[in-house]
């Protein structure tokens, strides 16, 4: 039976700059019990079509033509009192600032007994029974319903709002991006409750997400969109072994995979085209490898190529072999398109030469052996001496206490942070730090970058101890060590342009001629793929997208051709494509200029891709470092080989095995005599609660704090089955 339908949809937004047509004839077929994925890059339309099924999208948006039916009924034809009736009730939906969903002066509870009793007419006790039974549903603990939104871990938030989705039984529950910025343990435990829901509730669900990984673990179908059009539907397991359209082609293979990773991810060079002035042939033709003249002249439309499957493509009829030409990532790197359509910019001046009078008269980019300010670094050197050391560094924070924990009866308490943790860096070399959120990664980066001060051990930067620098040696350390900050929206001023903010460092740093400073900003721009460079330097953030200011913000903190980066999860907020463009314009920079880097992240398949060696830390600890395909291929510490489960693979026919552990981080105000991760280890003995594990590594530099080590084994395990049962 078909629950929704929806027929020649076009939703187009009014702006100052023209009209964009959002979404431009949409056809799309659910059927009950069904749970599709649709995917594609930002800005494809994936979220208008989601705000037009439920009547919420904003004043500037209009349906312009088609039909939405739900169970029959036409709800673009429905008075708006009715569709209020339908939201939650039929139609609920998860929202994609989730975290941020819920009101922070009100406890869950009575936010989602308020919902019960406002929208499904429960009485208050039969309301309460109800929130209960909901918590219990998605894995809550009962007793967090007294509590704020703040005392929530991220993936308790998203389940409590899950619960909210569901309270009503909806008939259609519709998840837009339900785990971006989550890490994979917190990940696949969303999933798993997704999958289990949609199991015994018999749920039809809409999936919107720009992660493949996720539709491959969770859906039994797939439609991708490119720039308000449906271009592919299939079932999963045609889609992802054998994809009939060539925009499908390449978000598949920009997807780092842990099972089976590739040397080089694929970025699909350009943007999508400009919609406020569609072209009039295929709209993916411009960044398209296997492009024809007809494709700039004729639109395709979704046609049958094989049992069940639709794709728009004038080429579908020879896919087999397209699939195999595209295997080779040259091919997708030799695309010529025109990235950056802007209007021929004029002479760049602000109080100095222009951009053609430091190029000889030309806009070229900048030879790379440019004249060297004052105060600016080098790249470094080949050679394979320690560049970095920390020796048993720890952080510790006080909170609580003062007059305020004094009125309120609350303690001073210490957060351990980071705890002994040691390790060396090698110039050049790349290393990545992985685990779940608060277990200390981004404090370890700033600790690197002495944006914070160690409180015990110390860290050597090129034979200099950190902690005895004094002002002067302060500065030119700033000029050697960088960082990359985790969300491009927020790390760039929006007043400044972006000249400004790419000159500002050179300017701290003593650069003062001019023209040279501008010469340094466009050889920076060039490296890091923004071409033209002069076409950027006078526009705003806002006026670029997601991943030309990560390019920016990655050119930032390379003007000064530091030694050393700290990227502190660089990719998290980007989609799949031009995550693949940015992690592969780091890994190429960090190659050619010497370049010393550590990665943060959760995501161990994009520390595989992009690092020499991989850490992995929990609780402020290093429990396991090693070369990466060592850690990731076997490894030795039971919260490594949980983190590594966790990863979703983008493969349906590969299901993620469950995680053999207990769920909720404990406190990092708490000590611990043996090892850390004993409360939540399946494999925990006896001696994990009271010895603290020994460091034991192989001749390969493969290291991990544990008991269980190889074969070393000391007492018999605990009884775990019980708690993590629970």
């Known amino acids: 039976m078909t629950i929704l339908s929806i027929r020649d949809l076009k939703v187009n937004y009014a702006t100052q700059d023209g009209t964009v047509q959002a979404v431009d004839g949409v056809s799309l077929d659910l059927e009950e019990g069904q749970h599709l994925g649709l995917i594609g890059e930002s800005g494809c339309g994936k979220t208008t079509l989601l705000k037009a099924i439920v009547q919420v999208l904003p004043r500037n948006g209009e349906i312009v033509s088609g ?211 569609p072209p009039s042939g295929c709209r993916f033709a411009e960044r398209c490898p296997f492009v024809q003249d007809d494709c700039h002249e004729t639109d395709p439309q979704l046609e049958a190529v094989g049992d069940g499957r639709l794709a728009a493509c004038l080429r579908s009829s020879e896919m087999d072999s397209l699939r195999i030409q595209a295997e080779d990532p040259t091919l997708w790197q030799n695309v010529e398109v025109a990235q950056y359509p802007h209007p021929k910019p004029l002479p760049h001046k602000e109080g100095g030469a222009s951009v053609a009078e ?185 006026q670029l997208s997601g991943g030309q200011l990560q390019r920016v913000v990655l050119a930032r903190a390379l003007v000064l051709h530091p030694d050393f980066l700290v990227a502190d999860e660089p990719v998290s907020m980007l989609d799949v494509s031009v995550r693949a463009g940015i992690l592969n314009t780091t890994r190429r920079l960090a190659r050619e200029l010497g370049l010393a880097t550590v990665y943060i992240s959760h995501d161990l398949s994009l520390l595989q891709y992009t690092c020499d060696r991989i850490a992995i830390m929990y609780l402020g600890e290093i429990v396991e470092i090693g070369p990466s395909n060592e850690v990731i291929n076997n490894p030795q510490h039971p919260y490594t080989q949980a983190l590594i489960a966790a990863v979703p693979v983008p493969d349906p026919t590969m299901e993620n095995p469950p995680l053999r552990i207990r769920e909720g981080v404990p406190r990092p105000t708490e000590q611990f005599i043996g090892c850390p991760f004993a409360q939540r280890c399946p494999e925990a003995m006896e001696a994990c609660l009271e010895i603290r594990p020994p460091v034991i590594g192989d001749e390969r530099g493969h290291q991990a704090q544990c008991h269980l080590y190889g074969e070393h084994r000391e007492s018999p395990p605990l009884n775990r089955d019980a708690e993590l049962a629970r």
């Open 358 to 542: 430091t190029n000889g008269g030309t806009a070229a980019s900048a030879s790379p052996s440019l004249p060297v300010g004052e105060g600016a670094g080098g790249w470094g050197d080949e050679s394979s001496d320690i560049l970095l050391e920390m020796n048993d560094v720890s952080k510790q924070f006080k909170i609580g206490g003062g007059l305020s924990g004094l009125l309120r009866g609350d303690k001073e308490q210490t957060v351990y942070a980071v705890n002994n943790i040691s390790f060396t860096l090698r110039r050049g070399e790349s290393l990545g730090l992985a685990g779940e959120s608060g277990c200390g990664k981004s404090t370890t980066g700033k600790l690197l970058v002495k944006l914070l001060d160690a409180s015990q051990g110390s860290i050597v930067f090129d034979g200099d101890d950190l902690s005895a620098v004094d002002d002067r040696e302060l500065l030119g350390f700033r000029s050697r060590v960088q960082l990359m900050f985790q969300n491009p929206f927020e790390a760039l001023n929006p007043r400044f342009t972006l000249y400004r903010s790419l000159t500002e460092p050179l300017i701290i740093h003593g650069w003062k001629d001019e023209s040279e400073r501008l010469q340094r900003v466009v050889e920076t721009l060039d490296r890091v793929n923004l071409r033209p460079a002069e076409v950027f330097l006078d526009k705003y953030p806002h």
């Open 67 to 277: 039909e939405i039916k739900f169970q029959g009924m036409d709800l673009l034809k429905l008075p708006p009192a009715e569709m209020r009736q339908l939201r939650w009730r039929e139609i609920a939906t998860i929202p994609q600032a989730s975290m941020d969903s819920l009101n922070p002066v009100q406890r869950v509870g009575s936010q989602l007994t308020k919902l019960l009793r406002v929208r499904g007419g429960y009485h208050k006790k039969a309301a309460r029974k109800r929130a209960v039974d909901l918590f219990d549903m998605v894995g809550l603990d009962t007793e967090r319903l007294m509590h704020y939104p703040h005392e929530f871990s991220g993936g308790m938030k998203q389940r409590a709002v899950i619960a909210m989705a569901l309270a009503l039984e909806p008939s259609l529950l519709i998840a837009d991006e339900p785990v971006t910025a989550l890490d994979v343990i917190v990940q696949h435990q969303i999933l798993e409750v997704l999958r289990q829901l949609e199991r015994e509730l018999n749920l039809t669900v809409m999936l919107i997400t720009h992660d493949i990984s996720v539709v491959a673990q969770v859906c039994d179908s797939v439609s991708v969109m490119y720039a308000g059009r449906i271009v592919e539907e299939a079932r999963s397991e045609p889609f992802f072994t054998s994809p009939a359209h060539p925009y499908s082609l390449g978000l598949q293979q920009a997807f780092p995979n842990l099972a089976r990773p590739r040397d080089v991810l694929v970025s699909i060079e350009g943007y999508p085209p400009d919609l406020r002035e």
